[in-house]
């Protein structure tokens, strides 16, 4: 009895039997290595590394090779000796063609995972000798080497139109969703939507009539039964201009190699975000290192000239006074970084919501102007209110504490960068179910390369001015915590404006529902 075989138009089979052999090759890591007669290598390629030759240089003796040595002789017939150990414990297939004057050696994977798919490569190889016996006059394929492949031909007439020219595999006839006897709609187009746009894109390739291959690369469609079907298409024109559509259904363990793909992409992207973050952590223990050390170095310096017992009475009070502004610089510093780190955690951050018990913005905003006021007359700015007349509370949700904190954040950062003789001022709003508070100053204002990451841990920029990048940083992260907004944008004169926007408190109802 005879076996099936599918018709091909004239020069299709070769290009096809390249393809399929190609695929058949694809997953067992093809290598080769060419000599002389006298055993020199005169080419090597293909991958080599995988089985520990990699360091194969043309001149070298065959002989060298662990493998070689023992199979290598004058022979001018083919041999074939599957399964050889190699040195790097991999097994492989070498294939030994002969010609008079070279020697090709080819290897093939063969380790027990890929020895199950030798069926199929032997088929390919036998595949591969018929088409080129029978190429000049046309061709029939094996149905039972496209059944191994999992593969279907499709032949694309000059009307435009595919044909199927293969028996119909079983996942074909699930895609295509029908069983009752009746012919089922077997058309890419009707089959998978990716498939009718690939097939498009083809249209280019076969209408050019050159010899080549076009594929679409794996991609994935579900079954009536629910199970997914892998798939990858591939276009193909002979060198006669036949034209083919060749479906092939991938590999058990695509999904399985998919899968660990994904593992692996998802590993390096934990990977570089542990490493951003190692980053950073270094770059809050310089900034850090940095901030307090100049304090301390003054401190230190100043405490030392007080040991001299010639020092002038006004001389040490003022190097005094200087220790104790570093000192407290110093305590606020490291206020900060706690302050930062605990606002990280829910547990530790309490506020209130209720009118009669939230924090008073006007009265928090009037008291920060009257006692910075001062030390900002010393600097030569000019700290302003700029306030409704009006005695009225304007409560928000919050804590008094952490408020202040906020607020004086801002104004010293305002303060930093104000210039002499310029003025700071410090607005309230009363915006019903919001209050907004904004400090403005006169100074240069934010770089627009900064101004995205202003609010960021370790967001530094010309206007960080020290504080390793963490003040605003604590500002944001409390504010919304409270559920209201912080902001940065240009004054209109220019210089900077940060603005808050605080929920009001609002009193609770205590006949609505509980949340």
């Known amino acids: 009895m005879s076996e099936p075989r599918v018709s091909l138009p004239a020069g299709l089979s070769l290009p096809l039997a390249e393809h399929l052999v190609d695929r058949a090759l694809a997953q067992r890591h093809p290598a080769w290595i060419v000599t002389d007669r006298a055993g020199r290598i005169t080419e090597a390629g293909g991958e080599l590394a995988f089985y520990g030759l990699d360091d194969l240089q043309p001149g070298a003796d065959i002989r060298s090779v662990s493998f070689a040595e023992s199979v290598f002789a004058a022979h001018t017939e083919p041999l074939v000796l599957p399964a050889v150990r190699l040195a790097n414990g991999r097994s492989a297939d070498l294939l030994l063609a002969a010609e008079p004057e070279a020697l090709a050696t080819l290897l ?9 798919a030798r069926p199929y490569q032997q088929l390919a190889h036998e595949l591969r000798l018929q088409l080129e016996r029978v190429a000049a006059t046309g061709a029939q394929v094996p149905e039972q080497v496209l059944g191994a492949m999992d593969a279907v031909v499709y032949g694309h007439g000059d009307d435009g139109n595919l044909t199927l020219l293969s028996t119909p595999l079983p996942w074909l006839l699930d895609l295509a969703g029908r069983h009752d006897g009746e012919p089922p709609a077997l058309s890419p187009a009707a089959l998978s939507p990716f498939l009718e746009h690939f097939v498009a894109e083809a249209a280019e390739l076969w209408a050019a009539g050159q010899p080549a291959r076009l594929r679409s690369g794996p991609w994935t469609e579900t079954l009536p039964d629910g199970s997914e079907c892998p798939l990858e298409a591939t276009a193909v024109v002979g060198a006669a201009g036949a034209r083919a559509l060749v479906v092939q259904r991938l590999a058990e363990n695509f999904r399985e190699r998919s899968a660990f793909l994904q593992k692996a992409r998802s590993t390096v992207l934990e990977y570089e975000g542990l490493r951003r973050e190692i980053q950073k952590k270094e770059l809050l223990l310089d900034c850090l290192v940095h901030d307090l050390k100049g304090p301390l170095s003054v401190i230190v310096g100043n405490l030392s000239l007080l040991r001299s017992p010639t020092l002038d009475p006004d001389r040490a009070q003022g190097l005094l006074a200087t220790s104790l502004v570093h000192a407290r610089k110093q305590l606020d510093m490291i206020r900060l970084v706690l302050d930062v780190f605990s606002a990280e955690i829910e547990a530790m951050e309490e506020f209130q919501v209720d009118p009669a018990t939230a924090p008073d913005a006007r009265a928090c905003v009037e008291a920060l102007v009257s006692d910075h006021g001062p030390s900002f007359e010393q600097r030569g ?17 919050g804590d008094a504490a952490r408020l202040e904190r906020v607020l004086t954040n801002l104004l010293e950062n305002a303060l930093r960068h104000a210039p002499r003789g310029s003025t700071v001022s410090v607005g309230l709003r009363d915006g019903g179910e919001e209050v907004l508070v904004h400090v403005e100053d006169q100074g240069p204002g934010v770089d627009p390369e900064v101004v995205e990451d202003l609010f960021e ?5 010309r206007r960080s001015g020290g504080m390793a990048g963490l003040g605003l940083y604590f500002c944001r992260t409390t504010v919304e915590r409270w559920g209201g907004r912080i902001g940065y944008e240009r004054a209109h004169g220019g210089g900077a404006r940060f603005w808050c926007r605080l929920v009001a408190a609002q009193p609770v109802n205590p006949t609505a529902p509980r949340s």
């Open 108 to 116: 093939l994977d063969a380790d027990p995972e890929v020895y199950g």
């Open 381 to 397: 700015v000019r700290l302003q209110l700029d306030a409704p007349d009006d005695s009225r509370r304007l409560p928000v949700v």
């Open 457 to 461: 841990k370790f967001g530094r920029g």
